[in-house]
């Protein structure tokens, strides 16, 4: 137990979290992809390096290797949306997501934040509660797989 908080936290303490520039597309839509279990296509490219360029991207990095990442976009009502948050499964539950999350909601918004959850994972759902998002709206049978979006808004404080 304790070599296992030992080597979190020192895995924490090497990490950084920097802004993620177009050079690092490919490995940060990459793992993305991974954490989201998904398949990584290079046709996803045209969309999401724009997004990395002008919108926001957060990259968290471990010995030069990117590890995790966020990604948010101003909405056109004023508030900021987080369209992406992942950590690569080897680093999870040592903060480096709530970290990422915290350079998110560190950017200026007139009218606050919003973000989708998936609502099969309960734990998502308490963990953005955590961070001051509250329930808004829910649309059912919304993804492929017949699950719910959660549409969750964290007023600007
Ligand atoms: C969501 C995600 C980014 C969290 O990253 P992380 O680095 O583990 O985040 P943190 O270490 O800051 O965890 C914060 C808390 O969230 C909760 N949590 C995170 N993962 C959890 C899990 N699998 N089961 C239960 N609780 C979990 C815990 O309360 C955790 O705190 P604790 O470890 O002190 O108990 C990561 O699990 C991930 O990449 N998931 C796959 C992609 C995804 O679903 N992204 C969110 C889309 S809305």
Not at 49 to 69: E, N
Not at 72 to 89: C, K, N, W
Not at 98 to 123: C, E, F, M, Q
Request: with cysteine.
């Amino acid at each position: 137990m304790v070599s296992r908080n030992r080597k979190e936290k020192s895995k924490n303490s090497n990490t950084r979290i920097e802004k993620a520039k177009i050079e690092d597309a490919v490995p940060f839509l990459k793992l993305e992809a991974k954490c989201f279990e998904m398949q990584f296509s290079k046709v996803s490219l045209y969309y999401w390096r724009p997004v990395i360029d002008y919108c926001f991207a957060f990259k968290a990095l471990y010995k030069k290797k990117i590890i995790g990442g966020a990604m948010a976009m101003p909405t056109r009502d004023g508030r900021i949306y987080v369209s992406s948050l992942f950590v690569d499964s080897k680093f999870r539950r040592s903060g480096l997501g709530t970290r990422l999350l915290n350079r998110v909601l560190a950017l200026h918004s007139r009218k606050g934040h919003i973000l989708d959850v998936k609502d099969d994972k309960p734990y998502l759902v308490s963990f953005y509660t955590r961070h001051g998002f509250r329930k808004k709206r829910i649309v059912r049978d919304y993804y492929s797989d017949g699950s719910s979006r959660l549409i969750m808004l964290r007023l600007k404080k």
